[in-house]
């Protein structure tokens, strides 16, 4: 439903405290309806769509109708199969209106409430949000999943639970591309594109929260510049590019598919977005972990984007190749604008990793000119070592302790995004066979 009476019909029957916020940028005319989205797309000088919405968007197998019933018995299966897979990482129980829930019934009771209201309606309200890898939802998304070109990696899929009138603040989307199937419910939706204004205005936002951690800080919607609202009804998929800023509003009890794969366009566009990600984690509540895996796969992807490993025909295939012109030479050309932020995000542990991949890189392509500036180089570690340092890498304090050695990044990466490797092998195993490599 992409006009804006059909999103103000879906308000009008919600009650919840936050669809002011929503008619409010309605009607002060900051927001573009769906349906104009190509106008908009032109007027911010973008050369992709920010989001896509309908049922071919959707994987084929989650576009058909699901009972309320099957959606929860997924739950009930998928959720503590899970949690005793994952641990505490990768479940989570999120309050989207409060503690009046966590106080009262504790976050598994919560979110236990909240999935079993998805067939008993006389329950009473929860608000809080559920969010697990579900490996029934990453099979049927599994079906006709085709990886595209250049794929780094590829998240599992997440099954998320909204009981009706949960409210998702201001946040952005991964930097890759995402899907968001809405099997059952119906979601309202505002999403801004990831302009260099809006993200600096949401790294400002980031900042600013993470020194108070008052929600009012996050509320910078209204200079927000490309707003477009629209409703997710039941089979449309959502296709979202990097770096999508959004909030939403479920209007019913709602369960969403989401998957999202990395390529190595989507990393090369990340590097430039750094500062944001790096403000962002200060602001999530297991912040220090999740920018402690990211940064290993930092390091691990550009090491395989720069060395292949000859181990592993399949991760071998992410090694760039020298064309003028490719990947490899964008990579390298915009590594002076970038190094300062890499430096910034891996924090002075991962140094040592990150220059002992690039310094390799730069013997390895054997020429008496360095690769990144041109020089004329003699070819030998240590001279090639002090040139990096000097000329390609930031001026700071050195520290070469390792949290991440590149021996263990193989092994880091298993563990950190385990959503990949852990459902695809569920799947198989399931399947006996029809092997489908996700994280490359
Ligand atoms: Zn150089």
């Known amino acids: 439903m992409t006009s804006i009476v059909a999103v103000r019909t879906a308000l009008a029957s919600c009650s919840s405290e936050h669809v002011t916020l929503f008619t409010t940028l309605i009607d002060n005319g900051s927001l573009i309806p769906y349906k104009s989205r190509d106008n908009a797309r032109r007027k911010f000088g973008l050369d992709t769509e920010y989001a896509a919405l309908g ?224 403000a962002w984690f200060r602001t999530e509540f297991d912040g220090a972990r999740k920018q402690s895996e990211f940064n290993a796969m930092v390091l691990l992807h550009l090491d395989l984007m720069l060395h292949g490993d000859p181990k592993n025909e399949e991760r071998d295939r992410i090694k760039l190749s020298h064309v003028r012109g490719g990947l490899l030479d964008k990579l390298t050309k915009s590594w002076e604008v970038v190094k300062n932020d890499v430096a910034a995000i891996l924090g002075a542990a991962d140094h040592k990793t990150m220059i002992g991949i690039w310094v390799d890189y730069l013997i390895a392509a054997k020429g008496r000119e360095c690769r990144l500036c041109g020089d004329s180089i003699m070819n030998k570690q240590k001279l090639m070592m002090d040139h990096f340092i000097e000329r390609h890498w930031f001026k700071g304090k050195k520290d070469t302790e390792g949290v991440h050695t590149r021996q263990g990044l193989a092994q880091g990466l298993n563990e950190a995004s385990t959503e990949a490797t852990a459902q695809v092998q569920a799947a198989e195993e399931v399947d006996g066979g029809d092997a489908m490599e996700l994280d490359g």
């Not at 009771?109 to 929860?126: E, P, R």
């Not at 997440?158 to 991964?174: D, E």
């Not at 707003?227 to 998929?237: A, H, L, N, R």
């Open 55 to 278: 049922k071919k968007q959707a994987p084929a197998a989650l576009r058909k109708q699901h009972l309320a019933k099957e959606l929860q018995d997924i739950c009930l299966r998928d959720l503590p199969e899970a949690r005793e897979y994952f641990g505490q990482q990768l479940t989570y129980f999120v309050s989207s209106g409060g503690t009046i829930d966590l106080e009262r019934m504790g976050e598994e009771g919560a979110g236990t409430q909240t999935i079993a209201s998805l067939t008993d309606t006389t329950l009473g309200g929860t608000d809080t949000i559920v969010t697990f890898p579900s490996r029934t939802l990453e099979k049927l998304v599994m079906k006709d999943y085709e990886a595209p070109t250049n794929c780094l990696r590829a998240s599992g899929t997440t099954c998320t639970v909204l009981p009706t009138n949960a409210y998702i603040p201001l946040h952005h989307s991964n930097e890759g591309m995402t899907t968001r199937t809405l099997l059952s419910g119906s979601i309202v939706w505002i999403i801004w594109p990831s302009t260099p204004k809006n993200l600096r205005i949401l790294q400002n936002a980031y900042e600013d929260f993470a020194q108070h951690f008052n929600d009012s800080r996050l509320d910078v919607t209204n200079t927000l510049e490309g707003g477009m609202i629209f409703v997710q009804t039941e089979g449309d998929g959502l296709r979202i590019s990097p770096f999508t800023i959004m909030m939403c509003l479920s209007t019913k009890t709602s369960v969403l598919a989401t998957y999202s794969d990395i390529t190595a366009e989507n990393y090369l566009s990340m590097l430039h977005k750094l500062p944001l990600l790096n």
